[in-house]
């Protein structure tokens, strides 16, 4: 075992965030790889499904173009596969499904309809997605 374990981990069954042990917090953080990766999104509803939970979220127009079914999405600094991709009342949305074990080991158990959500896309579909631009 490392000799500072216990200085570098949350102790167990201690939900932590990604951007708060980075020092980002309060108002709009995210951590920034592209200004067309990241995100912020709106948790519109969280639905219990079998033994996990469905989540809904807006996606904002720059985003919603590079996240497509079975893909990958990071919502608050953790990285889940997209299930669904819809356009409904004026928005354009996603769904994760989230197991029992995610929701209880990451901030994302708290959440509610109406939070707020970093998001960030998978960079190869950004770089796909660019790829096909120039071919046009």
Do not use: C
């Given at each position: 075992?490392?000799?500072?374990?216990?200085?570098?981990?949350?102790?167990?069954?201690?939900?932590?965030?990604?951007?708060?042990?980075?020092?980002?917090?309060?108002?709009?953080?995210?951590?920034?790889?592209?200004?067309?990766?990241?995100?912020?999104?709106?948790?519109?509803?969280?639905?219990?499904?079998?033994?996990?939970?469905?989540?809904?979220?807006?996606?904002?127009?720059?985003?919603?173009?590079?996240?497509?079914?079975?893909?990958?999405?990071?919502?608050?600094?953790?990285?889940?596969?997209?299930?669904?991709?819809?356009?409904?009342?004026?928005?354009?949305?996603?769904?994760v499904a989230i197991i029992p074990h995610t929701l209880a080991?990451?901030?994302?158990?708290?959440?509610?309809?109406g939070d707020r959500v970093n998001l960030e896309v998978d960079?190869?579909?950004?770089?796909?997605?660019?790829?096909?631009?120039?071919?046009?």
């Open positions: 075992a490392h000799p500072h374990a216990d200085e570098l981990w949350a102790a167990p069954g201690q939900a932590i965030s990604a951007l708060e042990e980075f020092g980002l917090t309060g108002g709009d953080a995210v951590l920034v790889k592209g200004s067309n990766s990241v995100g912020l999104g709106r948790v519109v509803a969280i639905e219990p499904e079998g033994g996990s939970h469905r989540v809904h979220i807006e996606a904002p127009a720059p985003l919603h173009r590079y996240i497509a079914p079975k893909g990958s999405i990071t919502v608050d600094g953790v990285s889940l596969t997209v299930s669904g991709v819809g356009f409904s009342d004026g928005a354009d949305w996603f769904e080991v990451t901030t994302l158990g708290a959440l509610t309809p960079m190869l579909a950004r770089y796909v997605a660019r790829m096909l631009e120039h071919r046009q």
